[in-house]
């Protein structure tokens, strides 16, 4: 992921909004104008990827070993924040070397593709997302471009039958029947031809360590370097439903053309729905937008995810504090209302295995959405998206869907106000999705336009959040 910062930001904790000073996410393009695709295929890929609504993403890489920072700790300039947590040497140089040197004890043998994709399913994930390859280089996949990667001698996991983690994961994911988002990095700092000996000896930042326009020859052999690496995933690893390019400082504007539109106009020669994510760009590349650690205020009217971290980090760290399940299920909500999809983030554990505190909160999202899923999934934004402590959904087949946030001191079920939508009507009946009861209601007498529900004896509400199907007269 990428990291500049400005001065406050809102963002999700465990069961709290906290503003704070903090690295800003750099978002991709979701603050410009969306271009759509022109390619039909394409947009009908869009509508199926709208459908799926929750993604689980990992990002895993040789930072997982020591639970630091992924990638950024390697940017000379961005240490005073990236290398804040670890005590090691100040050298700058020498940082760099041990840095990279960890590919030669990456070795996660409790990593099981099959297990995590079973476990994505059982608990609700539709697609997932995960980092073939992040900035600094190590690819978790059997490239034939570089020997910085899981596949090589030099990394004691080349031994397992498993080392390439990508095709295992992948190929699990399509058995269960996931989709797949492939995060692949522009930048690459291994490269000598992105940074000049691997950077080592020079004072980086998250650009290339010369003048592209002085050295031109060199940075067209990493233009071929990055396509090479990108067909591969597209050619070799099966069907791939979004190729996620990170790095969005990559671009022409910054002096940094890696001709993006030919790159993608060749993956999808293979693959031709390839739902692409150039992020920083202002074209039809950009597929989706991806705020990045915030929900949008309203509701966007073109395809997007949030993507969000479940943990404080999106490697693992040692020392993570998770968000409760309330704040995971409210924010999944209220992403959705405004018709988005939610990436959520999971740091595998240096042995390969998903921490148990992810494993149990993506647990307790999935019981939820075994009785509330028809909410969820398939659905876009209604005409209002929230009231109060109402969120709406719309069913493609017109069906209009309340969802009651209950907070932790939420007591009792009698006299709850569904705030309704004028738009739409008088309401008729009111059912409970999990239960299948019809909801007695009258009409408010109060300020506020809506119904009182009268929860009938016997009715056991959610503990984070219930769900009703809202009939109007038509």
């Not at 067209?220 to 791939?240: C, D, S, T, W």
């Amino acid at each position: 992921m990428a990291s500049t910062f400005r001065k406050l930001r809102v963002v999700w904790t465990a069961g709290a909004v906290l503003v704070c000073l903090l690295p800003a996410i750099s978002h991709g393009s979701d603050e410009v104008p969306y271009v759509p695709p022109k390619s039909p295929v394409v947009r009908e890929k869009l509508e199926w990827f709208r459908d799926q609504k929750l993604c689980l993403m990992m990002h895993f890489g040789v930072y997982s070993i020591l639970g630091i920072t992924e990638s950024w700790p390697l940017s000379t300039k961005d240490a005073f924040w990236a290398r804040t947590d670890i005590e090691w040497t100040k050298d700058d140089a020498e940082f760099k070397r041990q840095y990279f040197a960890l590919n030669k004890c990456f070795n996660p043998v409790r990593f099981n593709g099959s297990e995590i994709a079973k476990t994505a399913k059982r608990c609700g994930f539709r697609y997932v997302a995960f980092t073939t390859k992040h900035h600094d280089g190590f690819c978790l996949y059997d490239t034939k471009l570089t020997d910085y990667k899981t596949t090589a001698p030099e990394c004691p996991y080349s031994a397992n039958p498993n080392a390439d983690i990508v095709k295992n994961l992948f190929d699990a994911c399509r058995a269960e029947g996931l989709g797949i988002s492939a995060y692949f990095s522009k930048p690459d700092w291994h490269h000598d031809d992105f940074w000049e000996n691997c950077g080592i000896g020079t004072r980086t930042d998250r650009y290339p360590t010369y003048d592209t326009a002085k050295n031109p020859e060199k940075w067209a052999r990493f233009r071929e370097f990055a396509k090479g690496q990108i067909l591969e995933l597209v050619k070799g690893y099966g069907p791939i439903d979004i190729l996620w390019l990170d790095g969005g400082w990559v671009k022409p504007s910054k002096g940094c053309d890696l001709g993006m539109t030919d790159i993608i106009a060749a993956a999808r020669q293979i693959q031709p729905d390839l739902i692409s994510v150039d992020r920083g760009q202002r074209n039809e590349n950009m597929n989706i937008a991806t705020p990045e650690q915030t929900v949008p205020d309203e509701p966007l009217d073109y395809p997007w995810e949030s993507c969000i971290t479940m943990s404080d980090g999106w490697g693992y760290h040692y020392d993570d504090t998770y968000k409760s399940p309330r704040a995971l299920i409210h924010m999944l909500i209220d992403v959705v209302a405004k018709g988005g999809n939610l990436a959520l983030n999971v740091g595998p554990m240096p042995d390969g295995r998903l921490p148990r505190p992810a494993l149990d909160r993506m647990e307790t999202m999935g019981r939820w959405l075994a009785k509330n899923g028809e909410a969820i999934y398939g659905t876009r934004a209604a005409s209002v998206a929230s009231r109060g402590k109402w969120r709406f959904t719309r069913g493609k087949d017109g069906r209009v869907f309340a969802i009651r946030l209950w907070k932790e001191s939420d007591a009792g079920s009698v006299g709850v106000l569904l705030n309704v939508d004028a738009q739409q009507g008088d309401v008729v009946r009111v059912r409970h999705l999990a239960s299948g009861l019809d909801i007695p209601f009258v009409e408010s007498d109060g300020d506020t336009r809506g119904v009182i529900l009268t929860f009938p004896e016997g009715f056991v509400r959610d503990e984070y959040a219930d769900a009703f199907e809202v009939e109007y007269r038509k």
